[in-house]
Nanobody, 112 residues
Framework: QVQLVESGGGLAQPGGSLRLSCAAS????????MSWARQAPGKGLEWVAGIYSDSSDTFYADSVKDRFTISRDNAKNTLYLQMNSLKPEDTAVYYCKARQYWGQGTQVTVSS
């Protein structure tokens, strides 16, 4: 069955960095476009970034552009999100997504 397992979340200070990973299994990873989404406390789901199956193009929400970088390693069936210059408003549960499949999420908290 399809599994998406996120990791790498935690507590970071404003201006700091974190790198999220999403280990995928149960489907042909290198044929799926992938994305990250997040949900802040008391708010709706927000799409964050996307990447084509062959990494030929990437896309970002305006709120994270120039701070976050999405990437993938198809040999390792893994999706990444490098988050730099973190802000308190980046605090959220972050999910990786493959079409209709979602991971369980990883908590990111940005606070001093």
């Amino acid at each position: 069955q399809v599994q998406l397992v996120e990791s790498g979340g935690g507590l970071a200070q404003p201006g700091g960095s974190l790198r999220l990973s999403c280990a995928a299994s149960g489907f042909t990873f290198n044929t799926y476009a992938m994305s990250w989404a997040r949900q802040a406390p008391g708010k709706g789901l927000e799409w964050v970034a996307g990447i084509y199956s062959d990494s030929s193009d990437t896309f970002y929400a305006d709120s994270v552009k120039d701070r976050f970088t999405i990437s993938r390693d198809n040999a390792k069936n893994t999706l990444y999100l490098q988050m730099n210059s973190l802000k308190p408003e980046d605090t959220a549960v972050y999910y990786c997504k493959a079409r209709q499949y979602w991971g369980q999420g990883t908590q990111v908290t940005v606070s001093s």
